[in-house]
């Protein structure tokens, strides 16, 4: 494991019983900020919980920050910390008391954990607030302050499972800029459990995307997108197989259906190659829209694969 | 040389800690001890804080008494008096027969508000993100609850040894007096603050109400010792007594006093003032002994068994 790698599995599985949770996830995720996809119950939080130590693997192993999760679980938790998707704030409870006190079962002296906890509260946008008990907030304010709790022990790496869950546009918005601040601002390296594909998009570097348990894809964003990260429309008239067939010719990917062509975008290049063929060809190009692919196209192309291999199958 | 701009804030970023962590002892003794004072109502709201208040008021009462008493005989004693001495044993067990009422309340709460509002709010899992092990949370949350427990019982019979010191001048005789009651005092402190702590908490541990968890732990205790009355007076069979709690942990504080003056002891006394029932022969002290702890297994069980279900 190599000093840029935030975390490493070999051949993770976690089994409850029949049911297996997680099935032989082997992968390397280099630092920075991540984003760990996947539908409901595809084994997003059970693989958080095996990366921070508190479940044991049925099978294989996993290393965080360099840290084995069986072996050295408790200094990996100092190290890291976690955001948990669920509320699990005591209501009853000051934001400031309870921090402070999370900051020093993370082994934080007093003195310094209530310190730090007026500069996290201050840097997630938790004011004067910080002296109410946690069941006078706002959704928006419980999740600052479970990052907040989160991040009181300077940790180096953050855990965040759904962290924008149940908020609304504006609270979103503060979140997503928080955890970009997180990143860039703090330097910790991020990991951010969502099935949220818009959240991914907005301030992850690099995916892990699980279904049922495995592994189906993991890379940038511009990896995993690939080829079909851009594509152009086009609406055309006149001799279209004559077209498309010089387009062809000339090595571009073409799709056509009916009078609607979709070219993959590689370069500007392409603008200048389609308008010297139009006018040779005597083609009129009537309608042309540059695309950009999202994580959502790739899920749906993903689901069509899948559904494709079912049918072979 | 140009100066500093008047009035500007300078965000000075994002600092990381470069000091030292605390290990897991550290970790745990922080949470044990902050159990401990919300225990006592620190960092509670207005209602908690009078309710433990008026219990420990309860508590106290005759410990006050006793010392105003204490106070009253040394003034009349004079200087150079006689050294008045206490019935320390009688005293003392009757005095946990008193406090042994006002425990129940207040293990009933204690426990209730300690264990029921983590579980309620999904809090755990914010805790075992720490560098913790699983079981150090119900060890701190135990180990607060039983030093909160014993501290109570301790407290009141130790303030009459304490005005008893006060009034004395010469202490090494006090000292030599009294000193083997201390040990027995500190024990039955503890024998107290388990047996109810851990009742209280198993029956805390099978809800995630703090009313329900309160009202089922007085209940219990309660019931208790009302079935253990019904059933001796149906069948005169002297081991239904072990059905009363209170019985029970009263039973071995008798062995280790010297006394038997339980409560339900007292209401089938033929010397006492109801009359009506016969004293059933005191047990022996091992019987006592194994059911107390028998009963703290048993609830530490139920505890460990919730709580095993709540790290999964």
């Known amino acids: 494991m190599n000093s840029s790698t935030m975390i490493e599995t070999q051949g993770l599985t976690k089994r409850y019983g029949a049911a297996t949770a997680l099935d032989a996830v082997t992968m390397t995720v280099p630092d920075g900020s991540i984003g760990l996809l996947g539908e409901n119950g595809a084994g997003k939080t059970t693989l958080i919980k095996l990366l921070l130590g508190l479940l044991i693997p049925t099978e294989g192993s996993a290393r965080v920050l360099g840290l084995d999760t069986s072996r050295d679980s408790l200094e990996l938790r100092r190290r890291v910390g976690y955001m948990p998707e669920d509320e699990c704030l005591p209501l009853d409870v000051t934001c400031m008391d309870f921090v402070t006190r999370m900051g020093m079962i993370s082994g934080l002296p007093k003195s310094s954990s209530i310190q730090r906890t007026h500069d996290v509260l201050h840097l997630v946008g938790i004011g004067e607030e910080r002296f109410r008990p946690l069941g006078t907030y706002s959704t928006g304010m419980k999740q600052k302050a479970k990052l907040a709790q989160a991040l009181v022990h300077d940790p180096k790496l953050v855990l965040l499972d759904e962290p924008t869950v149940g908020m609304d546009p504006k609270g979103r918005e503060e979140m997503l800029d928080l955890i970009k601040d997180i990143r860039q601002k703090m330097g910790l390296k991020v990991l951010v459990s969502t099935h949220l594909l818009g959240d991914v998009e907005r301030i992850c570097d690099s995916v892990i995307i699980i279904r049922g348990g495995q592994l189906v894809a993991q890379g940038t964003l511009k990896e995993l997108l690939g080829e079909l990260a851009e594509s152009l429309h086009l609406r055309v008239a006149g001799p279209i197989e004559t077209f498309v067939e010089r387009l062809r010719k000339e090595n571009l990917k073409i799709e056509s259906v009916g009078n609607q062509l979709t070219i993959r975008y590689e370069s500007d290049a392409v603008y200048e190659l389609l308008m010297k063929t139009a006018a040779e060809t005597g083609v009129q190009i009537r309608r042309m829209e540059r695309e950009t692919l999202t994580l959502e196209d790739f899920f749906v192309k993903l689901h069509a694969k899948e559904e494709t291999d079912g049918v072979r199958a | 040389m140009a100066s500093a701009p008047k009035g500007v804030i300078y965000d000075q970023g994002y600092r990381p800690y470069d000091g030292r962590y605390g290990g897991r002892n550290y970790a745990l003794w922080t949470m044990v001890w902050t159990d401990f004072q919300r225990a006592f109502g620190i960092g509670k709201s207005w209602k908690y804080k009078l309710a433990v208040g008026l219990l420990l008021f309860f508590m106290f009462l005759p ?217 059933p022969p005191t047990l022996d002290p091992w019987v006592y002994g194994l059911v107390y702890v028998g009963i703290v297994i048993a609830c530490i069980s139920i505890v460990y068994s919730v709580y095993k279900r709540e790290y999964k």
């Open chain 2, 63 to 279: 410990a006050l008494f006793l010392s105003f008493v204490i106070l009253l005989l040394s003034s009349n004693a004079g200087a150079g008096g006689a050294f008045i001495k206490l019935p320390v044993n009688e005293l003392l067990g009757t005095y946990f027969g008193w406090t042994n009422n006002w425990l129940l309340f207040l293990c009933a709460m204690i426990a209730a508000d300690q264990l029921c509002n983590d579980r309620r709010y999904r809090v755990l899992p914010l805790y075992l993100a720490r560098p913790i092990q699983n079981y150090d949370y119900l060890l701190a949350k135990s180990l607060a609850i039983f030093a909160a427990l014993a501290i109570v019982c301790l407290l009141p019979s130790f303030s009459i040894y304490f005005v008893k010191f006060l009034k004395e001048e010469n202490l090494g005789q006090v000292w030599d007096v009294y000193a083997q009651n201390f040990g027995l005092l500190l024990l039955t402190s503890g024998l107290y603050a388990v047996f109810y702590g851990a009742f209280a908490m198993a029956i805390a541990s099978l809800t995630t109400s703090r009313g329900y968890a309160t009202g089922g732990t007085i209940l219990v205790g309660m019931l208790s010792g009302l079935i253990a009355v019904l059933l001796y007076s149906a069948s005169k069979n002297q081991y239904t007594v072990l059905l009363d709690l209170s019985s029970v942990v009263g039973g071995l504080k008798n062995a280790l006093f010297g006394i038997t003056n339980s409560s339900i002891e007292e209401i089938f006394s033929p010397g006492s003032s109801a009359q009506t029932a016969n004293l």
